[in-house]
T-cell receptor, first 115, second 115 residues
Framework: AQSVAQPEDQVNVAEGNPLTVKCTYS??????LFWYVQYPNRGLQFLLK??????LVKGSYGFEAEFNKSQTSFHLKKPSALVSDSALYFC?????????????FGKGTTLSVSS | DTEVTQTPKHLVMGMTNKKSLKCEQH?????MYWYKQKAKKPPELMFV???????INESVPSRFSPECPNSSLLNLHLHALQPEDSALYLC??????????????FGPGTRLTVL
């Protein structure tokens, strides 16, 4: 069965510092991995995805994520956090060639960036 | 147009009411999804439509009735809901369901309160 784990309920960082939001996954074969962000009372916004190729994926708003197959991880990173990055972040996975399936989401991590 | 729109933004209904949620996209996507999301929790898949046909129903109670009148529109008809059905209802779309590597585009959601 496919699953995604986000081990931290909350991550706190100071503005200007680097941030990491952790995600590990369990899926048969090579996964498709996604990060979404959700601001209060809003829908989810797509940040980036890993399909294949380069393990370092760059996405929207300066975010990037590194796919590590041996550690089955896909951590979200940003070199310098902004207060406006404060939001709820979801990692999601889908096994490849799974027609008609939707995303399997992690429980979410709340990022709080202080000024 | 790279947007998924949802109406209404907010809905308050009694347990005996009948109401409908509407979702629209004009990106030519052939897969559309309904999710239910409780506060600070990940979205839970309810239904998937692929090429205007219902392909997944995640054992959702019959008081929720989806409809896909055409490739751009998705409705969720509500009847005899319970207070525990109060949540944010998210619509999403993606180019296709086969392959699984396409990200989903989410609407802003409808905040539903059942009294």
């Amino acid at each position: 069965a496919q699953s995604v784990a986000q081990p931290e309920d909350q991550v706190n960082v100071a503005e200007g510092n680097p941030l990491t939001v952790k995600c590990t996954y369990s899926v048969s074969g090579n996964p498709y991995l996604f990060w979404y962000v959700q601001y209060p009372n809003r829908g989810l916004q797509f940040l980036l995805k890993y399909i294949t190729g380069d393990n370092l994926v760059k996405g929207s708003y300066g975010f990037e994520a590194e796919f590590n197959k041996s550690q089955t991880s896909f951590h979200l990173k940003k070199p310098s956090a902004l207060v406006s990055d404060s939001a709820l972040y979801f990692c999601a996975v889908r096994a490849p060639y799974q027609a008609g399936t939707a995303l399997i989401f992690g429980k979410g991590t709340t990022l709080s960036v202080s000024s | 147009d790279t947007e998924v729109t949802q109406t209404p933004k907010h809905l308050v209904m009694g347990m005996t009411n009948k109401k409908s949620l509407k979702c629209e996209q004009h990106m030519g996507h052939r897969a559309m999804y309904w999710y239910k999301q409780k506060a600070k929790k990940p979205p839970e898949l309810m239904f998937v439509y692929s090429y205007e046909k219902l392909s997944i129903n995640e054992s959702v109670p019959s008081r929720f009735s989806p409809e896909c009148p055409n490739s751009s529109l998705l409705n969720l008809h509500l009847h005899a809901l319970q207070p525990e059905d109060s949540a944010l209802y998210l619509c999403a779309s993606s180019p296709e369901t086969s392959g699984g590597y396409n990200e989903q585009f989410f609407g802003p959601g409808t905040r539903l309160t059942v009294l």
